[in-house]
């Protein structure tokens, strides 16, 4: 098994004739990922690489069954492609697309909670892969291996870390997922975990964190009440100094709220193993298993 994503997800590419849309729809498909369609309005009817693209993300889940969205449109453009594909009835959207500005996103993920059903990943994420069965969005599939670990992260360079030194050990991992570091996130960490404690392949989860906002307190306190699985965690940002952003736009420290020490706090009371360097998290792993 695998959560959100496996060999049996069909995925339209939203941006599929811009650079990137083309270059990651491509190398996600050389993967293995069933990309069937593509989208950009005014070109349906033409093709990339043999992939048919169409106007809209409605006619696309019509002709092609499609239920996975890969978004990788401008800022400008963003809101209303992930509203289009969850209007769709998309199941999920994957939103790559980094700049979007708050009030956007803000709009977009009330609208979707409130009027669909769709599962929003991002935005400004790296997406997700079930290594050996499908990748959506831009993770680098070469550090991955087939496994029973859950990776969760707000940092897409720190997912690849902790993929890669789990890889190192020949752990596996089940899926790994980027949620994105901006401040209005589609799905949340509590999100991803419920879905890890359902899936039977999921063994341990590893979660990566950072500082800003309150989103490893309540996933602390989530795991505490719900989650049954080992967890390992790391939360990054350590020695920012309070005020400033750090990178991503929802990693910024306002007093004693959002600090890197009350996220590693509240993690250790609800029993994660909470390591200090990013490269610990593959041997914390290892002897969990």
């Known amino acids: 098994m695998a959560i959100l994503l496996d060999e049996n997800s069909k995925v339209v590419v939203q941006g599929i004739t ?3 849309g083309k ?4 190398r996600n498909r050389d ?62 959207i994957v939103c790559i697309t980094e700049g979007i500005p708050a009030k956007d996103e803000a709009e977009m993920y009330n609208l979707i909670k409130k009027n669909t059903t769709s599962k929003l990943l991002g935005p400004n994420c790296p997406g997700l892969i079930s290594p050996g069965k499908s990748n959506v969005g831009i993770m680098p599939h070469e550090i991955t ?3 029973n670990v859950g990776v969760v992260s707000r940092s897409g360079t720190l997912t690849y870390q902790a993929v890669h030194e789990l890889t190192q ?4 991992q089940s899926t790994c997922i980027g949620i994105g570091g901006d401040p209005v996130p589609g799905m949340s960490f509590i999100d991803v975990l419920k879905e890890f404690e359902e ?15 309150t989103a490893e307190e309540e996933a602390a306190e989530y795991i505490k009440e719900k ?25 910024i420290v306002s007093g004693n709220k959002g600090t890197a020490k009350a996220k590693m706090s509240a993690l250790e009371e609800a029993n994660v193993v909470v390591v200090s360097n990013p490269t610990k998290i593959g041997q914390a792993v290892k002897e969990l298993m």
């Open 18 to 20: 811009g650079r990137e």
């Open 23 to 26: 270059f990651h729809a491509l």
């Open 31 to 92: 993967y293995g990922t069933n990309i069937v369609a593509g989208t950009r309005p005014g070109k349906g009817g033409e093709e990339v690489e043999s992939i048919p693209i169409f106007n809209t993300v409605q006619e696309a889940i019509e002709s092609t069954g499609a239920n996975v969205a890969l978004t990788m449109v401008p800022p400008a453009f963003a809101k209303d492609a992930v509203l289009e594909a969850a209007y769709a009835d998309c199941e999920l």
């Open 145 to 147: 291996l087939p496994g």
């Open 169 to 172: 050990l020949s752990i596996g």
């Open 199 to 213: 899936d039977q392949e999921t063994q341990v989860i590893v979660m990566i964190g950072e500082i800003g906002g």
């Open 227 to 251: 989650v049954t699985k080992p967890v390992v965690s790391y939360i990054a940002g350590v020695t920012a100094p309070a005020g400033k952003k750090m990178g991503h736009a929802g990693a």
